[in-house]
């Protein structure tokens, strides 16, 4: 049996690497290295985490203490498939014990590594919770409605999206994207946004909801390095309509169930669905609410057309007969009296 020696030192192997055994091959290799001390920032509020020269958004705790650890370790760049296993461990309020494992291999050689470092954190405030707690804002979103009050049920409804879109800001590592307070007041709401450009995307999310209209007032408030600095104040105004008004749209009399980008309804004089782009609409007006709707009696019902008693007058009127009639005469049915005429609601 032929044996085989290593030519280095001498000692029977039967692996060889590069021509040595192995405890000739590794050597004084070292799988990684890392320093016995580590340093990281991290924003005691909203637990941001400073890299690369700016506030990233973090994750839990132990996982960002092992990222600095990773961050800081140099692995042999003649390694391949290195498997690493960290263990943190709190000392205290701002320093961790980790415990690493790794393995890996260098030309086909298994090799590992066992070693204990310290992360320091350095707990810093980030920009943005600075800019929050210090009230800062570079824009304003008025929510108000034309020609009428907003109702509660909308303007909840506008923060809800207007939070949701910050939310999705942040997400993106947007970290100004915040939403600074909101103020409510007698005619609307004010939201003001840490960002300008936060302001346009809550006035476009909105307006895909409830359409409206919107305009911008830039003011100067200062300069910075040169630049001058605006703040920007959203005035947004909801639609004037809202469902269960009563509205003249050319003429056709429609009972708004829907108003946003289009307003939707019921023609009130045939019965048929009505749908059309809110800025396409020309001549439209506000003529009654459901709210002001009377019941009075179904006199006749000839086909084309219907009788009804005029609850006030007591005079037999006759309108046209909408496709949504399915009461029978003598019962009693709800009308709305405005400037048009008469007509039965659904």
Same mark, same amino acid.
């Given at each position: ?12 192997? $039967? ?174 709401? $004010? ?53 269960? $008004? ?33 800025? $396409? ?20 019902? /000839? ?28 019962? /009693? ?14």
């Amino acid at each position: 049996m032929v044996r085989s020696f290593c030519p280095k030192c001498g000692n029977d192997a $039967d692996v060889f690497y590069d021509n040595v055994c192995y405890q000739c091959f590794i050597g004084n290799k070292k799988l990684l290295a890392s320093p016995q001390i580590v340093y990281g920032r991290i924003c005691p509020t909203c637990g941001s985490v400073f890299r690369k020269g700016k506030w990233q958004i973090g994750g839990k705790k132990e996982d960002t203490v092992n990222s600095f650890v990773k961050e800081n370790l140099e692995i042999n760049r003649d390694a391949n498939s290195v498997e690493l296993v960290l263990t943190p461990k709190q000392l205290d309020y701002s320093r961790y014990r980790v415990h690493v494992e790794a393995k890996g291999e260098l030309k086909g050689a298994p090799i590992d590594a066992v070693f204990d470092t310290e992360v320091r954190i350095s707990w810093e405030t980030c920009d943005t919770c600075s800019r929050i707690a210090g009230g800062y804002f570079e824009g304003i979103v008025q929510i108000r409605a034309d020609k009428r009050l907003p109702t509660q049920e909308e303007l909840k409804r506008c923060v809800t999206i207007a939070k949701g879109v910050a939310a999705r800001s942040l997400e993106k590592g947007d970290k100004l994207a915040f939403i600074a307070r909101t103020e409510e007041l007698p005619e609307g709401i $004010d939201i003001y946004v840490g960002l300008i450009k936060l302001g346009r995307q809550i006035c476009r999310a909105v307006m895909d909801t409830f359409g409206g209209k919107i305009t911008e007032s830039p003011k100067l408030v200062g300069q910075k390095n040169g630049v001058d600095l605006y703040r920007i104040t959203y005035a947004l105004r909801l639609p004037e309509f809202v469902k269960g $008004d009563i509205i003249s749209v050319d003429g056709t009399v429609i009972e708004v169930q829907g108003c946003g980008k289009h307003v939707s309804g019921i023609d009130l004089e045939t019965g048929k669905r009505f749908m059309e782009n809110f800025n $396409d609409l020309i001549d439209i007006k506000k003529i009654s609410r459901r709210d002001d709707a009377m019941s009075a009696v179904l006199v006749a019902d /000839e086909g084309k057309t219907i009788q009804v008693l005029d609850p006030h007058s007591y005079e037999t009127i006759t309108v046209k007969r909408p496709e949504f009639l399915n009461v029978e005469p003598g019962n /009693e049915i709800k009308i709305v009296k405005t400037e048009k005429g008469i007509f039965v609601l659904p």
